[in-house]
């Protein structure tokens, strides 16, 4: 027989001083998110269309819809920009292994990153 314990802090709930700390984090956040900045959208996956999506990044906040066209100057709030400049694509790039000493080789893969959107701030400009 084997009796394993699951952490019981994990599933414990936060007191009363936890969440107030984390209340204020997500203010603090929330403050500084709503900032905005202008700039230029680039679509880089598809140059010339559109991007369309819905977000909510903090809790309690409505579901806003997004419509930005290639080339664009917008104003967007921090949170946005900020996730616009972290979408990426993996594409799969198989390389071919040698054949060792078993005979043993074929084909390896490895992932390459590129971005799909860019917002370029012209503030700094």
């Known amino acids: 027989m084997e009796i394993k314990e699951i952490n019981g802090a994990k599933y414990r709930l936060a007191s009363e001083s936890e969440r107030a700390k984390a209340k204020e984090k997500m203010e603090k956040m929330r403050k500084e998110g709503e900032k ?4 230029l959208f680039e679509f880089v996956d598809a140059p010339g269309g559109w991007l369309d999506f ?16 290639h080339g664009e100057i917008v104003d967007l709030p921090m949170t946005l920009v900020k996730h616009l400049n972290n979408i990426w694509k993996k594409v799969r790039v ?8 078993t005979g043993k080789g074929g084909f390896a893969s490895t992932y390459e990153k590129f971005s799909r959107t860019r ?7």
Not at 94 to 101: G, S, T, V
Not at 119 to 124: G, M
């Open 54 to 69: 819905n977000y909510r990044f903090f809790p309690g906040e409505p579901i806003r819809t997004v419509h930005i066209v």
């Open 119 to 125: 917002f370029t701030p012209l503030d700094v400009m």
């Open 36 to 39: 905005t900045m202008k700039g």
């Open 94 to 101: 198989p390389i071919e292994r040698p054949q060792n000493d």
